[in-house]
């Protein structure tokens, strides 16, 4: 089993949809958590990070963490045309700078 | 302009022909790593560092090989690539190496082994 899950997608979805974008985890030492999004041809960008259990909002995004589920969860509202990539899931241990990602989810916004 | 520059960006190369792949940062950051992307895996990191002359594993470290003897370049090597290798390469860079820092990402490698 894969230390981190998450949902394989493609998703299409069209403009102004609100999008979910989850992964699941299997390892509790895992504390810190990230969204990223990969631009075709281009390395990842972060989005947002958190730590604590709860939601975490910045603009259109809202990164949800659940820690006692193991489940974390990214919502794009309003989505745009622009927000068409693969989102990226990533989790490092409380202890150690290894970062471990997802393997992506592609998302289509279609205008 | 803040960048994560990798070298080359396209490499076919024959099994066991040893190769390296640079990545140079501009920024000062003391963390970088080295990623590979497959379909349906992901990104899966194979060697990080946390400054000069510290190293350590990643989760694919077989078969790779990496230095870090000044702060800004952090080269890959592979002694003798096998076609198991062939792979979307990623370099990454940041200030300490933790969540809340991005990690600035190089435009990567694409690596085939034939």
């Known amino acids: 089993q894969k230390e981190v899950e998450q949902d394989p997608g493609p998703l299409s979805v069209p403009e102004g949809a609100i999008v979910s974008l989850n992964c699941t985890y299997s390892?509790?030492?895992?504390?810190?958590f990230m969204w990223y999004r990969q631009y075709s041809r281009k390395g990842p960008e972060l989005l947002m990070y958190?730590?604590?259990?709860g939601n975490k909002e910045d603009g259109r995004f809202t990164a949800q963490v659940d820690k006692s589920s193991k489940y974390i969860s990214l919502f794009i509202r309003d989505s745009q045309p622009s927000d068409s990539a693969t989102y990226l899931c990533?989790?490092?241990?409380?202890?150690?700078?290894?970062?471990?990602f997802g393997p992506g989810t592609r998302l289509s916004v279609l205008p | 302009e803040a960048q994560v520059t990798q070298n080359p960006r396209y490499l076919i190369t024959v099994t066991g022909k040893k190769l390296t792949v640079t990545c140079s940062q501009n920024?000062?950051?003391?963390?970088m790593s080295w990623y590979r992307q497959d379909p349906g895996l992901g990104l899966r990191q194979i060697y990080y560092?946390?400054?000069?002359?510290?190293?350590d594993k990643g989760d694919v470290p077989e078969g790779y090989k990496v230095s870090r003897k000044e702060k800004r370049n952090f080269p890959l090597i592979l002694e003798s690539p096998s076609p198991n290798q062939t792979s979307l390469y990623f370099c990454?860079?940041?200030?300490?190496?933790?969540?809340?820092?991005?990690?600035?990402f190089g435009d990567g490698t694409r690596l085939s082994i034939l």
């Open positions: 920024m000062n950051h003391e963390y």
């Open positions: 958190t730590y604590s259990s």
């Open positions: 990533a989790m490092i241990k409380n202890y150690g700078q290894n970062f471990v």
């Open positions: 990454a860079s940041s200030l300490y190496g933790v969540s809340n820092q991005p990690q600035h």
């Open positions: 390892n509790s030492a895992f504390q810190y």
């Open positions: 560092s946390m400054n000069v002359e510290v190293t």
